[in-house]
């Protein structure tokens, strides 16, 4: 298990903009974004791997979201254009071991950190 820390959910109209945040202590992991709306499942939003060299994406989210490492190689950021209300979710970072949608491979996850888009 490692620990990690998510930031920056907010509540933002549709068409704007966030940006998520998510710590992760030790060494570089392929970290991956899921999210949760209420009484749905959870389902994958992007992935990068430790190097930073692959990423996927969600279909949905393709040319609005971007998902990317920082300086830190244990920190990655998952920019967020043109919102729309159907991306209102609880939004969780997870650490694994190689970039997958399936949410069953990761080994960690955070707490999670709420994104309201608002219409």
Partial sequence: QVPLVESGGGLVQAGGSLRLSCAASGRAYTMGWFRQAPGKEREFVAAISWSGSTTLYEDSVKGRFTISRGDAENTVYLEMNRLK???????????????????????????????IVSS
């Fill in 85 to 115: 209300p159907e991306d209102t979710a609880f939004y969780y970072c997870a650490a694994g071991s190689f970039p997958t949608r399936d949410s069953s491979l990761y080994d960690s996850w955070g707490q999670g950190t709420q994104v």
